[in-house]
């Protein structure tokens, strides 16, 4: 059917042809660099990945030093979640969990107290039954962060900011190692 001036009005002026390799090719690349840079793969300069970088800050915040009292895991991940992690707190805790256990990581970055599972591959207690404040490495990495030694960018929701790296007096990617997967790249560093 065509109109009156002899135009198919079905063909849109607006349509972009795109040869689908080279659209696949260029959205892979950009999705595997968004996902190395902002989850997957820990920055050399403090050893941490954003999601264990957000729980040090979260709990610095609490003021959950190494000489303070442990509050409840679920009081950290909740704190976490709501002011600076943007994808919900199903990653939060499992993560916490890891920078406590001593057979993961050489210095624990975590003091815990109640069961954050085994070696033997046992599960964690639910964690409105563990608790945890920073060891005393975890508060070396935080040591002047409110001195301009990082750069800080806007929180997800952009009511507050948080560091791109942690000023990190301690060697953690050297002394604990690292490990992640992200898309089309992963990382194995030992301790």
Not at 81 to 86: A, Q, T, V
Not at 98 to 116: A, C, E, S, T
Not at 157 to 179: I, T, Y
């Amino acid at each position: 059917m065509s109109s009156d001036n002899g135009e198919d009005p079905i063909i849109d002026k607006n349509i972009k042809y795109l040869d689908i390799q080279d659209e696949m090719r260029d959205s892979y690349l950009t999705y595997a660099m968004s996902v190395i840079i902002s989850r997957a793969l820990p920055d050399a300069r403090d050893g941490l990945k954003p999601s264990q970088r957000r729980i040090l800050v979260a709990m610095n915040d609490l003021n959950l030093g190494a000489s303070s009292s442990r509050v409840k895991c679920a009081k950290i991940s909740g704190d976490t979640s709501g002011n600076y992690h943007p994808h919900g707190d199903g990653s939060i805790y499992p993560t916490l969990v890891r920078l406590g256990q001593d057979w993961v990581m050489r210095n624990v970055l975590i003091d815990k107290q109640g069961n954050f599972g085994s070696l033997a591959g046992l599960p964690p207690a639910a964690m409105r039954y563990t608790e945890a404040r920073l060891s005393a490495v975890a508060a070396e990495m935080l040591d002047d962060i409110n001195r301009n030694t990082v750069d800080f960018v806007p929180t997800y929701d952009q009511r507050n900011d948080e560091p791109v790296v942690l000023p990190s007096k301690f060697p953690n990617l050297l002394v604990n190692g690292s490990s992640g997967i992200a898309v089309g790249m992963a990382t194995s560093i030992p301790p």
